[in-house]
T-cell receptor, first 114, second 110 residues
């Protein structure tokens, strides 16, 4: 039982390049989230999904797209990377019937855009 | 104004000290209050939670919520160097979207 895994762990991009971050969970959770974490800003929700085939915008969605084609995977795409997207990206998941909404986080992806 | 506000620190204490970490929130509809702990270069993990007002104790950790003043606290007794981490308070209304504070960095010196 690996929990939540993220690929890659580190990446350096040039401005304008594209990339996809992959999140996978093996806990059969319905809800999945993508956050970015910046110093002094805390965790900010980018996009989330309440089930396979569904996605919704969070607090800071501009410049990102997501897809949830399979229940266990949640992909975050950057079509044209900008230096402002330099951050640490965390994926998380929650069970639908978890009243507490305990979120299980992945280890993060450190992205630098030059 | 963020819905959950937290002093970023850093907070540095000697080993064995009692640590007090605090947050304020603005949304009166919040019912669930959590503390996540995040070690350096790791993802956050749930440490404590409380529902509505009151205290909850778990070993050296006590979580406290005062809904009348919209104040959330986490107390750590007999702090250890292994407690050095960033502590994030969080809350939600009972739905599935959790609002996180920015986190307070804690250093416990041996």
């Amino acid at each position: 039982n690996a929990g939540v895994t993220q690929t890659p762990k580190f990446r350096v991009l040039k401005t304008g390049q594209s990339m996809t971050l992959l999140c996978a969970q093996d806990m059969n959770h319905e809800y999945m989230y993508w956050y970015r974490q910046d110093p002094g800003m805390g965790l900010r929700l980018i996009h989330y999904s309440v089930g396979e085939g569904t996605t919704a915008k969070g607090e800071v969605p501009d410049g990102y797209n997501v897809s949830r084609l399979k229940k266990q995977n949640f992909l975050l795409g950057l079509e044209s990377a900008a230096p402002s997207q330099t951050s640490v990206y965390f994926c998380a998941s929650t069970a639908r019937d978890a009243l507490l909404d305990e979120q299980y986080f992945g280890p993060g992806t450190r992205l630098t855009v030059t | 104004q963020k819905e959950v506000e937290q002093d970023p620190g850093p907070l540095s204490v000697p080993e064995g000290a009692i640590v007090s970490l605090n947050c304020t929130y603005s949304n009166s509809a919040f019912q669930y209050f959590m503390w996540y702990r995040q070690y350096s270069r790791k993802g956050p993990e749930l440490l404590m939670y409380t529902y509505s007002s009151g205290n909850k104790e778990d070993g050296r950790f006590t979580a406290q919520v005062d809904k009348s003043s919209k104040y959330i606290s986490l107390f750590i007794r007999d702090s250890q160097p292994s407690d050095s981490a960033t502590y994030l308070c969080a809350s939600h209304t009972g739905g599935f979207k959790t609002i996180f504070g920015a986190g307070t960095r804690l250093f416990v010196k041996a």
